[in-house]
């Protein structure tokens, strides 16, 4: 799978999947950052549950899902951002066990 930035759309990715299939459009920031891309599978089993204001059993499609994991592992490559990440994450476990 082939992923390309959008050049000067910020969270907005270029998919190929495969040398059969078409490209693919994937926007992370969409159904508030969970993500969109317009492939029939997305458009069929994800995005209808979303626009009902619903949450799908499965919230992404393959492409959408490649891209996270790239983004991710990018964002990873910093310190700064790893360190900020953990945060959070320690953060929210606190939180939930202080709620409980």
């Known amino acids: 799978m082939t992923i390309t930035p959008i050049p000067g759309e910020p969270g907005r990715y ?16 969409d159904w508030d950052f969970l993500g969109s ?7 069929i089993r994800i995005a209808p549950f979303l626009s009902r204001g619903e949450t ?5 499609c393959k492409h959408l899902k490649a891209v996270k994991d790239q983004y991710l592992s990018e964002c990873l ?9 953990v ?3 320690l ?9 409980t």
């Open 14 to 29: 270029h998919v190929q999947a495969t040398s059969l299939s078409g490209q693919y459009i994937v926007d992370l920031a």
């Open 37 to 43: 891309c317009n492939c029939h599978d997305h458009a």
């Open 56 to 60: 799908p059993e499965r919230t992404e």
């Open 77 to 85: 490559k910093c310190p700064a951002t790893r360190k900020n990440l």
């Open 87 to 89: 945060s959070a994450f």
């Open 91 to 99: 953060r929210a476990d606190l939180e939930t066990r202080n709620a």
